[in-house]
């Protein structure tokens, strides 16, 4: 019945819903029974491939090129007129499965969060939807054009973020203020989208029966193995034991500097005034490096990534209309992954493709399931993915063993890691407690200076440690510099849950590293198989909230930075 739409998404990239309706409107004749069940999931399967893929293709193209006119058309085709087709007749797919009253093995996940799918789909949303597809693609192209004059140089502000690396501290403060007045300059049109944003979002939720968006989208997330309560003793506990242990790292870092009072523009350069480390300088250099890696910690993951790279699945430098930030996404009918981000040289850069590398590898690992559904575990597992491969990685990242580095610039390089993981911490509490409360706020969040002065707010009780007083307004202003809260709203504890659980197995690693990789491809090949908490236990790691486990991996990262600085 799939033999007149095209074999490959790439030929299905200017299609309209007329095009894909009639294969819709077939899955809706078809029966289910025990004798067909296979067959109809098997090609229903097959059928969302294709135009999961076309969608992933049409949205990856308006990253690349903020400015393309020809993508802009297409994500416009589809946000406004297949996506919301697309949405029925899911739900109508949903229900036909649900009252068959069949189950498949290794179902229980999918049909656990088909019911709550079901429950929640209102039609009345779906054009609201759309509108905040819409709005979100905006934001893109707003920071996407953000460019700063500086030195007699026209520089993208992830090009700028190079020079907080520098050991010139009058530059760094230049640079710091310079991103930050540029930034000031959309203060007022991102305002307007938040609040546009806002009202769209809180009305889907009302429009689906619930009381505020955070109710609506921790459904909508399928977050069924948590509460908003535990995510709150999470936040208590990063301000228990992580808090304190980056105050430390401050002040270190504040000495070493010697520098009376720690400014925002100290907390990344090298606290020995060294040039940052610049692993490579073209995307090409990067990639054959991480090849060498990935090689390295396993050699079927390295053959995934060699996969992507010979068949042009990275788009991995910046450049001005590239949309910000790095992702990695499936394209499911070919069986692939691509990753996207902004490099500029850094390490930073290295890390980021060694975590989209992670994602990457799950998809690969996961992509043997039958079914539609099957294939993508809870978001909360796919970071331990990513932020365990980074981990998984640290120990190849010298020349001697496949990397870049020299012994002490890799021991420099996974002291900033793990560093950062301590530092994320904090920072990851002040993003969902601001979402948490920008949802529950009643109208109060439709207020800009409200926003800002919440953020302010939660600032200065997790971010310690630093003088954030100046330029004035720049504490305030720190949940517009983050993309989430506009275009992927209150999916950040994700990260929290996720670098806790990767810890976990990454202590497992500096005890048995074989068994520990072993345990985390098999959890990676479950996709979602299984439940969230099963799924850690898979990996070698606890679905925790709690101080004392949360305090046991800081000590060992602690321990972990005092052993490599003696190197």
């Known amino acids: 019945m799939l033999a007149s739409l095209p074999t490959q998404a790439t030929d299905m990239l200017d299609y309209t819903w007329a095009d894909i309706a009639p294969h819709a409107e077939a899955f809706r004749q078809r029966d289910i029974t025990p004798d067909t069940l296979d067959s109809f999931l098997s090609d229903l399967t097959a059928f969302m491939h294709l135009v999961n893929e076309m969608g992933s293709r049409i949205y990856v193209a308006t990253t690349e090129n903020t400015q393309d006119e020809v993508a802009k058309r297409r994500f416009m085709t589809l946000i406004q007129e297949i996506q919301p087709e697309m949405s029925r007749f899911e739900n109508d797919m949903n229900l036909k499965l649900l009252h068959s009253g069949l189950e498949p093995a290794d179902y229980y996940p999918v049909l656990r969060y088909i019911r709550k799918q079901v429950e ?39 090009q700028m973020n190079l020079l907080q690396f520098s050991p010139d501290r009058a530059l760094r403060e230049r640079a710091f203020r310079a991103v930050h007045a540029r930034r000031l300059q959309d203060r007022e049109a991102l305002n307007d ?32 193995d948590y509460s908003v309560e535990d995510t709150q003793r999470f936040h208590k506990a990063i301000e228990q034991v992580v808090v304190p242990a980056v105050n430390r790292l401050n002040e270190k870092r504040r000495r070493a500097l010697g520098v009376d009072v720690l400014k925002q523009w100290d907390v990344l350069v090298d606290t020995y005034n060294r040039e940052p480390l610049k692993p490579f300088q073209t995307g090409a250099e990067l990639t054959a490096g991480v090849q060498r890696i990935f090689d390295a910690v396993d050699p079927e993951l390295g053959g995934y990534f060699r996969i992507m790279a010979d068949e042009g699945y990275l788009d991995l430098e910046n450049r001005p209309n590239k949309a910000p930030g790095g992702y990695c ?85 996974s002291i900033e890691h793990l560093e950062g993981m301590l530092v994320f911490w904090p920072y990851m509490a002040v993003v969902d407690a601001f979402q948490q409360w920008a949802y529950t706020s009643g109208d109060a969040a439709l207020d800009p200076a409200n926003c800002d002065a919440k953020w302010e707010e939660l600032w200065h009780r997790f971010k310690q440690g630093v003088d954030y007083s100046e330029p004035a307004e720049w504490a305030k ?74 305090g046991r991996m800081v000590e060992l990262i602690e321990s972990k930075i005092a052993e490599l600085e003696a190197i």
């Open 329 to 413: 996404t499936s394209f499911s009918q070919v069986k692939r992954s691509y990753i996207f981000m902004n490099a500029v040289g850094l390490h930073d850069d290295l890390q980021t493709m060694l975590h989209e590398g992670g994602h990457a590898f799950h998809n690969f690992e996961a992509f043997h399931h039958p079914y539609v559904g099957q294939h993508h575990a809870p978001i909360e597992f796919c970071e331990v993915a990513s932020m365990g491969m980074e981990l998984f990685a640290q120990p190849y990242l010298t020349a001697e063993r496949g990397g870049f580095y020299s012994a002490k610039d890799a021991a420099r390089a």
């Open 193 to 224: 989208l938040w609040v546009q944003m806002f009202k769209l979002r809180q009305q889907i939720a009302r429009n689906a029966g619930f009381d505020n968006f955070l109710d609506y989208q921790w459904m909508n997330y399928g977050r069924f």
């Open 120 to 158: 929640i789909f209102r039609e009345e949303n779906l054009p609201l939807i759309s509108q905040v597809s819409e709005l979100e693609n905006r934001f893109n192209e707003i920071v996407g054009a953000q460019t700063v004059e500086f030195d007699g140089e026209t520089r993208t502000l992830v």
């Open 477 to 550: 202003l720190g949940w517009h510099r983050k993309l989430h809260i506009f275009t992927v709203p209150l999916y950040y504890i994700e990260y929290g849950i996720a670098q806790l659980g990767a810890a976990q197995v990454w202590a497992n690693s500096l005890q048995d590293h074989a068994a520990a990789l072993k345990a985390y491809r098999r959890a990676l090949a479950l996709g979602n198989t299984r439940t969230l908490p099963q799924l850690f236990e898979a990996a070698g790691a606890k679905l925790s909230f709690d101080a004392d486990t949360l």
